[in-house]
């Protein structure tokens, strides 16, 4: 016999295992941080008179007074009865002491009283034998001409400041958290579970950065996502290789087989501009202001354009083989080009010749993060190449070795993660280059033959789109990495899917069958 429950009696036994999973005095003590944090004093009063458990011990309470207070002698003393979370307190307790002690240090020297801050380096502080860096910059300081320069060298803002709190906050890094709460913890929590529930949305992507309610788990309306056809833009008479949004996504440059690029205002979803080139283009980008775009040909030449009035401004030659792309440096003067001819070449606008020129392997794509300071490779060579750019100059920062044949390269908006298509086993991988491993592999689009490119899309590039030989749009979720849609409309093969960079619900598709899709 079956026996049902009422949906009241279910709940009620939910919440109770909830419960029982959390300990009272921890719930009631987060519960008197937030009311005082809030400001509602007397209610944590009543709270802690009610429950009989208090914030804090008044060992712990008198060490934040003392800290506080600058009383640095009692805070020490209290110090060594605080339990930390390491057992190897030896180790631990002189790390803490130097926080306290540099403190102690700091504020002497913004006093003048430069003797006693000189006595507490060499008595105090150096005898613990911590953070020789540190140390070193410390004692520097005594150097200064004046307490703005101290405070400005040592990072530090002063007994007036905020920097007894931050001191504090330091300290709990060392202290069992049992016994100093760490600060605002509930808020902390509540936003750990928002984010949680954000991540397991599969598809979340806000028009904007919309406050989620806590009486509500968070779920996207899959509804809203972009996945029908509002318009198919035509104009080109042969294949689409490329397709390039402005940063300001008012505009989208088209490249194709038919020797033209096209301009296309996204507003009105309408043709501007058409540029006649004497060869196919095969990969177009905007330059970070907007107002030039450069288009790599077939030709081993790159074609520097006024997108909007039609001028062709520069033909840069020098690469001995097909460019394969390019990236801008963002003072929009200065531009890298790759090509299968072994060499990365950085130009000047106003220069008709290489002003730097690098032996690497062969390049298939670039990209650079927005402050120009990270350049990111693949080649022939199917390797992902890491580089810092400095001074116009480029440092191998790290090497990564993928299965096979790499057609496609992007990167996430922060430069930490790199997504590439793999076209001999037919995957994207999502690469952490910080660490240079592996995060995330999507499975299911058609490549063994052409160069698909794919995209990160959404506000906060949530999505993996990428385009497939058998004329669809395949659409992942990025932390998942489930397949959540399958569009279909072209008649073609997919080559390159764009997200527009300020407008989290619209993406355009360009295909060997002439038509870009948005």
């Not at 460019?323 to 000047?348: M, N, Q, Y």
């Not at 491993?437 to 949530?462: A, C, D, F, N």
């Not at 997919?494 to 997200?499: E, H």
Request: hydrophobic fraction near 35%; proline fraction near 3%; charged fraction near 25%.
């Amino acid at each position: 016999m079956q026996i049902t429950l009422p949906a009241n009696n279910i709940q009620t036994t939910t919440n109770r295992s909830i419960i029982n999973r959390i300990r009272d005095d921890e719930l009631v003590r987060l519960m008197l941080q937030s009311l005082i944090d809030l400001g509602y004093n007397e209610a944590a009063g009543s709270l802690e008179l009610e429950s009989g458990i208090t914030l804090e011990s008044d060992l712990v309470e008198t060490f934040r007074h003392c800290i506080l207070q600058g009383e640095w002698q009692t805070s020490e003393q209290l110090l060594q009865k605080i339990p930390f979370i390491s057992t190897n307190i030896e180790t631990e307790l002189p790390k803490v002491q130097f926080l306290i002690r540099q403190q102690k240090y700091l504020e002497l020297l913004e006093k003048n009283e430069t003797m006693q801050a000189l006595h507490v380096l060499r008595t105090e502080i150096t005898p613990l034998g911590q953070n020789t860096e540190r140390l070193h910059q410390l004692t520097s300081l005594v150097l200064c001409s004046s307490v703005e320069d101290v405070k400005k060298q040592a990072q530090w803002d002063g007994a007036r400041g905020t920097s007894r709190d931050q001191l504090l906050i330091e300290i709990q890094n060392y202290i069992d958290p049992s016994a100093m709460l760490p600060n605002q913890r509930l808020l902390k929590l509540l936003g750990q579970s928002i984010e949680w529930q954000k991540r397991t949305c599969l598809y979340h992507n806000p028009s904007q950065d919309v406050e989620l309610s806590l009486f509500s788990d968070h779920i996207c309306d899959k509804e809203l996502f972009p996945t029908s056809t509002i318009k198919i833009l035509t104009g080109h008479v042969d294949e689409i290789w490329h397709v390039s949004y402005s940063h300001n996504g008012q505009y989208l440059a088209s490249v194709s087989k038919d020797k033209a690029c096209i301009i296309w205002d996204m507003k009105n979803l309408t043709q501007l501009r058409s540029l006649k080139g004497e060869v196919s283009g095969s990969y177009c980008a905007w330059s970070p202001d907007d107002t030039k775009l450069l288009v790599c040909g077939t030709d081993y030449s790159l074609r520097l354009w006024d997108p909007f009035n039609g001028v062709l401004l520069h033909t840069f030659k020098h690469h001995a083989d097909q460019v394969t792309s390019c990236v801008w440096l963002p003072d929009s003067r200065h531009f890298i080009s790759g090509a299968c001819d072994k060499e990365l070449c950085l130009w000047d606008t106003d220069k008709s010749t290489p002003v730097t020129r690098w032996p690497v392997p062969r390049t298939t794509d670039m990209k650079i993060t927005e402050d120009g300071t990270k350049l990111v490779t693949i080649g022939i060579d199917t390797c992902i190449t890491v580089y810092r750019v400095d001074d116009l100059k480029l440092t191998e920062l790290g090497k990564i070795q993928e299965d096979g044949t790499l057609t496609s390269l992007t990167i996430t908006k922060d430069g930490k993660y790199a997504l590439v298509n793999v076209q001999d086993i037919q995957e994207l991988h999502l690469w952490d280059l910080d660490e240079l491993k592996l995060v995330h592999k999507y499975t299911g689009q058609k490549q063994l033959t052409y160069i698909i490119r794919s995209t990160l899309g959404g506000q906060s590039e949530s999505f993996i789109l990428s385009g497939s030989e058998d004329n669809r749009i395949y659409i992942w979720s990025r932390d998942n990495e489930k397949l959540l849609e399958v569009l279909e409309g072209h008649t073609s093969t997919v080559n390159c899917i764009s997200w527009c960079p300020v407008e989290p619900m619209q993406f355009v598709s360009a295909s060997d069958d002439h038509t870009i899709r948005v």
